[in-house]
């Protein structure tokens, strides 16, 4: 599946060899982002990994990964929700 991001330039410059486990294709410098093309079989572990840019990256294309996205965070959400009430 193709996905498409824009990363902010301060953190792509520290992705080094690892975006080509998760499938880089294609690079496009832009004045202060960098646009990824990534062809990947493994959608949401491609998400997983994005999730560590935090607000540095945003995904353009495909939708399905946006709500991955999402997905991934409530889970985060409720998980840390959750451990906050049994203390």
Known sequence: EKVV????????????????????????ELETKVRM???TGYLKSLCRWLLMFGNG????????AK???AGLLEELNFHYQAQAVER
């Not at 953190?11 to 060899?17: D, E, L, Q, V, Y």
């Not at 990256?57 to 399905?64: L, N």
Request: glycine residues 6%; charged residues 25%; negative net charge.
């Open 37 to 39: 093309t990534f062809l």
């Open 5 to 28: 991001v824009l990363f902010e330039k301060s953190h792509a410059k520290f992705m080094g060899t690892t975006k080509y486990m998760y499938g880089f294709a294609s690079e496009e």
């Open 67 to 69: 709500e991955i996205i």
């Open 57 to 64: 990256v945003t995904i353009e294309q495909p939708e399905k």
